[in-house]
């Protein structure tokens, strides 16, 4: 969550150019916004996710020196880390929808990572897999979440991009 706190006030300050650029019918100024946020943003979280992954078992023991815990704590660090880069399309994907007034799908979007997908998934994968289905559940909302976000997105963009 720190390491995206980022990226929600990256998208935060996207949100009032891409709503004053839609509201001015310059929607070639919203794409272009768009997908400097998503670019940018995925570069960012990429390299988090790698210093997260390779460091993982230093960063658990941080927070808590327990050899239990740093082993349990590494693989569910490694699995975030992993769908981490995905984030910058979902975020930036809810905050365009938001900003252009499309309620709805920028409900679907925001409702995706944390619940339509996330509440089977931990409900279903810990009876599948047990403590490694824990550790992979968000991970695989993340993975189902953006390929939501993407045809919402592109399905906007391309409206933009005809207008």
């Not at 995206?4 to 996207?14: D, E, K, P, T, V």
């Not at 990429?46 to 230093?58: D, K, V």
């Not at 409900?107 to 599948?128: D, E, H, M, N, W």
Request: proline fraction near 5%; charge should be positive.
């Amino acid at each position: 969550m720190f390491v995206s706190s980022a990226l929600i006030g990256f998208g935060q300050g996207y949100q009032p150019v891409c709503s004053f650029n839609y509201g001015a019918e310059k929607k070639g100024r919203v794409r272009e916004g768009f997908f400097f946020c998503v670019r940018y943003g995925t570069m960012f979280l990429s390299t988090m996710a790698l210093l997260c992954f390779i460091f993982a078992p230093h960063i658990i023991a941080f927070f808590r020196n327990d050899p239990a815990v740093i082993a349990v704590g590494t693989v569910a660090l490694r699995w975030q880390a992993a769908a981490l880069p995905l984030l910058p399309t979902i975020v930036i994907t809810n905050m365009m929808l938001q900003s252009i007034g499309k309620g709805v799908k920028a409900s679907i979007t925001a409702s995706a990572r944390s619940g339509i997908f996330f509440i089977p998934l931990i409900l279903i994968l810990p009876k599948l897999f047990g403590l490694l289905g824990v550790e992979m559940t968000q991970a695989i909302a993340d993975i189902l979440s953006v390929s939501v976000s993407i045809p919402l997105a592109a399905s906007e963009l391309r409206k933009m991009e005809r207008e």
